[in-house]
């Protein structure tokens, strides 16, 4: 068990996830009372539950934002050879 200055924190190494080697939990202080077995137990629990981490929200924002400039850049050209049409 690692005492921080505010939180006590449990650290799980042996996770058998393969995405993660290591996973840190801050204990609520309302459960800091239950004995470090129970709650490194609780722990590992978790930790052999976890799955795949989620998408990057940053990938799916840049794909956003490509897609917004390639139908901006489209909506531009159409405009340009509209004008150009009716200047002939």
Known sequence: MIKGVNHRVI???ESDCEFFE???FFV????SAL???TLRDRAKAVAR???APPPSKITQSRLLTAA???C???LGAAIL???QMALR
């Open 11 to 13: 650290e799980v190494i």
């Open 22 to 24: 290591r996973v840190l």
């Open 28 to 31: 609520k202080p309302e459960y």
């Open 35 to 37: 004995s470090e077995g």
């Open 49 to 51: 539950a976890a799955s």
């Open 68 to 70: 917004a400039l390639l």
């Open 72 to 74: 901006a850049a489209g």
């Open 81 to 83: 050879a509209a004008l």
